[in-house]
């Protein structure tokens, strides 16, 4: 590698340059937002460990760096599809691929959760350029009547907010449903914010073919990169 002197005209291109070296950088960093407790249309239990597990191998292979929050139903392959590549082809450097960020637990008091979770959140996001979205949504029990149902999971909407101004490249797998579906509706009616989406709209919203959505999802987010 032979590096050269880059000359600047004064002190205020020095800021920008190391802004563009930092926004650079993280575009080599996806953070994967989902969860899953149940699935619906063509997506099963087996499906989406398939597809999560073979998205992030596929992320590690093309030297992406993953950060995980360890979701419900996708934690566990996205970890078994990343050291799948890094121990085959990454020579074991795990730190340099691979980012766990399981939530903490056990808090006494419901404000004291939502209050450490809200930057634990932002933490999590602050190194990373690219964020996909996939299924999210949980159980939720009733306090009152202790009746279960399914909602669209808070936390993904929360990671949504904060990638969305902090200006991430956001990639939601409407397909997948959910609040991935409910923040790729959103997005799409902003076009022109998201114009790096324009060719993959329809394949992002419609498409369950496993091989075919992670190879556009590869795809945008090579786009992304300055080499």
Request: net charge negative; aromatic share 12%.
């Amino acid at each position: 590698m032979v590096y050269r002197p880059f000359f600047v005209e004064s002190y205020d291109e020095i800021t920008t340059i190391l802004l563009e070296i930092e926004r650079a950088v993280k575009m080599n960093n996806v953070f994967i937002s989902g969860s899953a407790y149940e699935y619906n249309g063509v997506w099963n239990e087996g499906r989406a460990e398939e597809f999560s597990r073979k998205l992030a191998k596929q992320l590690i292979c093309e030297n992406f760096r993953i950060t995980s929050g360890f979701g419900l139903g996708i934690g566990s392959a996205i970890l078994n599809g990343a050291l799948d590549e890094i121990y085959v082809s990454k020579f074991k450097h795990m730190d340099e691929y691979l980012c766990l960020r399981p939530f903490p637990k056990n808090f006494s008091k419901e404000e004291e959760k939502k209050e450490r979770h809200a930057k634990y959140r932002k933490d999590m996001l602050q190194d990373v350029g690219i964020v996909v979205f996939l299924f999210g949504n949980k159980l939720q029990t009733n306090d009152m009547t202790g009746e279960n149902h399914t909602i669209n999971s808070n936390g993904c909407r929360e990671e949504f907010e904060i990638a969305k101004q902090d200006g991430k490249i956001i990639i939601p797998l409407g397909s997948t449903g959910y609040m991935a579906k409910e923040i790729f509706d959103e997005i799409k009616n902003d076009k022109e914010r998201y114009s790096y989406l324009r060719p993959y709209w329809d394949v992002l919203e419609t498409e369950t073919d496993i091989d075919r959505l992670i190879q556009v999802v590869i795809k945008i987010a090579k786009e992304q990169r300055v080499y």
